[in-house]
């Protein structure tokens, strides 16, 4: 991202973050950090400074990371750090920015509402939900600190975080909508869905290892499971112990036969403006970083 397009505010953020404190805005302070970062010689050295600004985040905070320790983690000069990013807020920002944006433009690969008349959508749903989960797997440094370091946002870029979020939020939304409108979800408040099922999702990045008894993919189909027997179940003694398949099936039909006598619309998905300009920036990134590796600085 080009530092002009968004000058970092001196202001600490003054915003009320209670609204940023929905699907995973919080992650348990007591996720590992013992893990190591690795850059290759190879790696242009904008991407360096990313990744060990990125793990730095994850290990000490905002509060306690410096630019003097990325700069003696990588052995390059400070001049050098700050050629590509001014201060830390930047790399921050960034971070959240790259992040915010990969999530978004997952979630816009599965939806596609100018032909979503055609797509299953308990599969639908089903590949959001995984596409949450496994990137907050695969990515759980980048995941965290987006998370857990929105205070240390400046005002502006607080503000433009957020916006992206909503995007989102609003995107999934549409999804949890078409599945109410084809009678496979009850008709509840879709805010209330969607938190419980991204809070459930986020979460991962806090808790989930590598290393441990399930891979990520067995995760996401087990939290997919969760969902479906979670928002089917009949109240009561039924769901405390676990509805059977079949009862599930009757659940499905029972709000099938409701929506057939008072049915839903599905209200249109229009991302707000920020969303081109989140790509006009990432493409002027991408340029920069090529012209940055065909003319490194001395």
């Not at 960034?94 to 100018?114: K, Q």
């Not at 939900?129 to 400046?154: G, M, N, P, Y």
Request: aromatic share 8%; hydrophobic share 40%; glycine share 4%.
């Amino acid at each position: 991202m080009t530092r002009s397009a968004r000058a970092p505010s001196s202001r600490a953020s003054s915003l009320d973050l209670s609204a940023a404190a929905r699907a995973g805005t919080l992650l348990p302070a007591t996720a590992s950090r013992r893990s190591r970062v690795t850059v290759s010689a190879d790696m242009p050295r904008l991407e360096q400074i990313r990744r060990v600004g990125c793990h730095l985040l994850y290990q000490y905070g905002y509060a306690g990371m410096t630019m003097r320790q990325i700069a003696a983690h990588l052995k390059i000069k400070a001049a050098s750090l700050y050629y590509h990013f001014p201060s830390k807020q930047d790399i921050l920002f960034d971070l959240m920015y790259d992040t915010a944006s990969e999530l978004m433009e997952g979630l816009l690969r599965i939806v596609d509402p100018d032909h979503d008349s055609a797509v299953d959508v308990q599969a639908q749903l089903d590949s959001a939900i995984r596409w949450h989960v496994l990137f907050h797997t695969q990515k759980r440094e980048e995941a965290f600190v987006s998370h857990s370091e929105l205070r240390s946002l400046t005002r502006e870029n607080l503000e433009s975080i957020l916006t992206v979020r909503q995007d989102y939020d609003r995107l999934f939304d549409y999804i949890l909508r078409r599945c109410q409108a084809a009678g496979v979800l009850p008709k509840r408040d879709t805010s209330v869905l969607r938190n419980a099922i991204l809070t459930m999702c986020t979460a991962t990045a806090g808790w989930f290892n590598p290393e441990g008894k399930f891979t990520a993919e067995q995760v996401a189909d087990q939290i997919c499971d969760f969902v479906w027997h979670g928002l089917l179940a009949a109240p009561g003694a039924a769901a405390r112990s676990g509805r059977a398949r079949e009862g599930m099936d009757e659940m499905a039909d029972w709000h099938r036969d409701a929506l057939r006598e008072h049915p839903l619309q599905v209200p249109e998905f229009k991302p707000s403006p920020i969303l081109e300009l989140l790509t006009k920036l990432k493409n002027a990134k991408i340029r920069q970083i090529q012209k940055q590796k065909a003319n490194p600085p001395e």
